[in-house]
Structure formats: C-alpha cells, structure tokens
C-alpha cells in the first residue's frame, strides 16, 4: 500500500481530529490514528470511545486501498517540522512497517492492525431525529454557551450544551448552577419537538471546525449518540443521559430596574476594580442610582480597597447587588453587543444580562448571573 500526500495538509487534518485523543488512554489502540485508503480518498480517524472525529483529504498516486493504524504523537511531531513538500508512504501490509520518504531522508515507523481499532457506533433509525443548521447559526449556539457549562460529577447533565429543538425555533442552554446562558436561533427548526445534551468535549471540537464550514450542517441523533456530518469531517459522540433541569423556571420576568451601559466600559472597569477583590470570593458590589453606577471591591486582609463610577442609562429605584467578578467577566466576553442591558428586580435574585441590539434578526440572546450575598 502506497500513497502521496502533503506535509501541510496532511499536518492539518491530524491538528484537528487529534484534539480528540487523550493524554492515558483505556486501550493502547487509541493512541493512534486510523488511516484508511480507499481509492484516492484518505479518511483519518481520531477517538476516545465517547467521542469519535473523521477527516478526508484527497490523495496522489494511491496504490491500494486498507486500513492501518499509525501512532498519533509520533506522527503529528514529526509533521510539524517538515516544510511543504509531497510526502510518500510505503506501507508493508504483512509486517505494518511503514517508511515514509521526504525530499531529504526516509523515516521508518511500526503501525497497528486498523481491524483492531473501534467501530463506529450505528444509528437506531426508530429513534433517529434529524436537523439541519447552518454553520454560523450552529457555531453561535455553542460559542455563547459552552463558557456556562458546569464541571460536576454528581450531575453530569450539567456538562454539556442541552440542544432543545422545535418547528418555531432552536435553543441552547448551558447552566453551571451560577450563571446560565440561553441562546435561541429563530432561523433553525426541526419537524418535530426533541431535545439532547451535547458534552463539552465534542462541542469544543465543533467550535474548531464549523468556523470553515460553509455548507449547512446535517445533525442527527438517536437516545444514545449524535452525528454531526460536515463537508470535511463527521463527528460522531455519545450523548450524556439524563433530563436537563427546567432551566425556564430559574429566569426571573418581573424585572423592573433596568440600566444601559456601554458593555467594553463595564468590563474594563471590573477588570481593574476585581484585583483589589478578595481571592477567595471576588466579590463584586455594584451600586446603581440615578444615571450612574458605583463598582467596588475590598480585601479587608490586606487593607485594600477600590472603587470606580461609570455612566448608565437607568429606570428603577436605587438598587445595590454583589456579583462575583469572574463570572461576571465571563458574561460579559461573550457578549458581542455595544451596549447591554442589565435587568434586576431585588440584591437577593438573579440578574439578566442582554445585548441592546442583535447581532441579527434571528438570535435572541439571555445571559443570567446569581448574586451574591453582600456583607452588613
């Protein structure tokens, strides 16, 4: 089995599914890359049995068509140091040797029997749902969410993205019990009412991607795993099992203080004003009267203290709230908006962030921070 291909590319395809790959694998096999050749197509696989990542790139002068296993770190470091030049693969089936020719030198590597790599999972057409996005409208959904999601063993259904679609409209909802973000896209909809949690792993990998995808994603998922078939790459993951909290309960309506402000201003100020917080807790006291809005920030450790005044836009009697600074910071880069609108009813309850204005028409964009408990 013979084959040519370029450093470059062939560099980039690995760059992208070797994201999948983890540092201590369950079996030895994963460590590697599944090479198949099939004609003139090369299909590189990635996986750590929960989440499967496949690539193609087209090949010169292939001999054969097989499979074979090849060692992931080895090969991706030595890509990284060749300039851009056709590299050829000779592979001997028997021993799984394999010697790959350079303009200057040979290197010679062992593989593996491809047969031994794991299956991908099949799909349960009874329970098969299906939607098709574009890659932007998907890419926001989970770029405005995946910051939100939690990292808790004893409710794994707070790890990832829960994806609920409908005829009307797609929403993405992540919720770490602190700050909850829910983005809707109005642009997207699916035939019938259905929902799932996509893990954060394979929605960080997705997030690398879709950013060169042009064509409109094809989603499918079963009770057990999704597949998310793009131009070059398909990615195939396990879903988590479980119900998603009812996250609509959570998100206050009877808000009636609302301030406008300018949200680069708000965030550079918490910037400076949070080093002067407490490590331990970053508390953030925020106090809002008239036309303006008071930031403020101690560490009574260290007799240290900071305090900054910003103008705002603002409809509501004098309100004064505490918000642990971190998040806050959090909320507020993941907003693209000039301006945001900061929605409160009391300091005990949670506050709504939103964008003034859409990026477009067709997203609507909530973010939601818990307060925290000022001292007397």
Known sequence: MKFIVKSSDLLQHLLAVGRVIN???????????LFEIEGEELTITA???????????????????????????LLTETLKEFPEQPLTFDIDDETLSVKIFSDKGEFSIMGQNGDEYPALPVRDSESLCK????????LSGISKTLFATADDELRPVMNGIYIEMSPENVTFVASDAHKLVRYRRMDAHSEADAAFILPKK???????????QEEDIVLEFDNQNAFVNLTDYKLVCRLIEGSYPRYAS???????????????ELHNTLKRVSVFSNPATNLIRMSIDG????????????????????????????????????????ILSNMSATDVVVELSDGARAGLFLPQEEATANEDTLMLLMPMMLNA
């Open 291 to 330: 036309n303006e809005l008071s930031v403020s920030a101690q560490d009574l450790d260290y007799s240290i203290s900071a305090h900054e005044t910003i103008p705002c836009e603002y409809n509501g009697t004098p309100i004064e709230i505490g918000f642990k600074s971190v998040f806050l910071l959090e």
């Open 47 to 73: 996986s750590d049995l929960e989440t499967t990542l496949q690539t193609k790139l087209m090949l010169s002068n292939s001999t054969a068509n097989g499979r074979i296993a090849l060692q992931a770190k």
């Open 23 to 33: 540092t201590k694998n369950t079996l030895p096999i994963l460590d590697n890359f």
């Open 202 to 212: 394979p929605a960080g990998l997705l997030k690398n991607i879709l950013s060169k």
């Open 250 to 264: 959570v998100i206050p309506t009877n808000n009636e203080n609302k301030m406008t402000i300018d949200r680069l």
């Open 131 to 138: 939607l098709t996005i574009s890659p932007q409208a998907f």
